[in-house]
């Protein structure tokens, strides 16, 4: 079996042992665990290692000056594990919702993709769930940090069987 890109929250042996069954080609983690990280990058030079920084509650004022706090963040979580040379792109927020505040979350997103840049990281853009933005229009909000950035991050969702997760949300187009 192949994937083309895995995420695991917690990185445990089991989540170890898939992601060298699957061989994805990007993994995607919150858990900056130093030992398979570094093992995953030695059997997978190629692999593509994403990190989400989380801290509880996510601040989404995104005020300007809270970017570079998280920028912060993120790079001494990667630096106190020695995991520089390991991750190659780290995501801002992650499916924030908040449709109303656009223009703000455009310039988070543009000074955050510029610091990580600087630092030698690429960064992923915005991170919308399903179906989000919901309305075509409201991506003009967005463009500006989508420019700065290297990648969009868009999550989809995928279950074995509609019966496995009743999921409360319909894309509003069908691409």
């Given amino acids: 079996m192949t994937k083309i890109a895995v995420q695991s929250l917690k990185l445990t042996e089991e989540s170890y042992q898939f992601i060298r069954s699957t061989h994805p080609s990007w993994f995607k983690t919150l858990d900056l665990n130093e030992i398979y990280i570094k093992k995953l990058k030695e059997e997978f030079p ?65 000074i955050f993709a510029k610091r990580m840049r600087r630092e030698g990281i690429k960064s992923i853009a915005y991170n919308f769930s399903t179906g989000c933005p919901p309305e075509f229009w409201l991506w003009k909000d967005y463009y500006d940090g989508l420019y700065d950035s290297d990648y969009l991050g868009l999550h989809e969702y995928y279950v074995d069987s509609v019966n496995d997760y009743a999921f409360p949300f319909k894309p509003p187009y069908n691409v």
């Fill in 46 to 110: 190629d692999l593509k290692i994403i990190y989400r920084h989380y801290r509880a509650p996510q601040d989404q004022r995104f005020r300007d000056d809270e970017a570079d706090k998280f920028a912060d963040e993120l790079l001494r979580a990667i630096d106190d594990k020695k995991l520089r040379d390991c991750v190659f792109a780290a995501e801002g927020y992650n499916e924030t919702g908040l449709w109303n505040d656009g223009p703000r979350y455009n310039r988070w997103t543009m």
